[in-house]
């Protein structure tokens, strides 16, 4: 069984950092690319980041290049995000998400049941 538990969220004013963790557990980590996806009550979920198995290749949605980091640590067996420069419209849900094996592309958000239970991060003044 697929079990992903995130932390690190919280509020914090505009200019600030935030890191999120994603625990795995329930299948072999290291095997999966992994993805980072947020979604706002209302809205369907958006794509933030991807990384791959190895963790040597990431990607980014333009709302957050630049001011995002993906990284994992495989022998942790955990997930990452580095949030800085954190911005109003960053407030979200965020859910960390494990990507199928035969993956499609960067963006691809996977189905809810490969996702953790989130962890909310507000941005405000």
């Known amino acids: 069984e697929v079990q992903l538990v995130e932390s690190g969220g919280g509020m914090v004013q505009p200019g600030g950092s935030l890191r999120l963790s994603c625990v795995a557990s329930g299948f072999a980590f290291s095997y999966y690319g992994m993805t980072w996806v947020r979604q706002v009550p209302g809205k369907g979920p958006e794509w933030v980041s991807t990384i791959n198995s190895d963790g040597d290749r990431t990607y980014y949605a333009d709302s957050v290049k630049g001011r995002f980091t993906i990284s994992r640590d495989n022998d942790k067996n955990t997930l990452y995000l580095q949030m800085s420069s954190l911005k109003p419209e960053d407030t979200a849900l965020y859910y960390c998400?494990?990507?199928?094996?035969?993956?499609?592309?960067?963006?691809?958000?996977?189905?809810?049941?490969?996702w953790g239970q989130g962890t909310q991060v507000t941005v405000s003044s």
């Open positions: 998400a494990r990507r199928p094996l035969t993956s499609g592309t960067f963006y691809y958000i996977p189905p809810t049941h490969n």
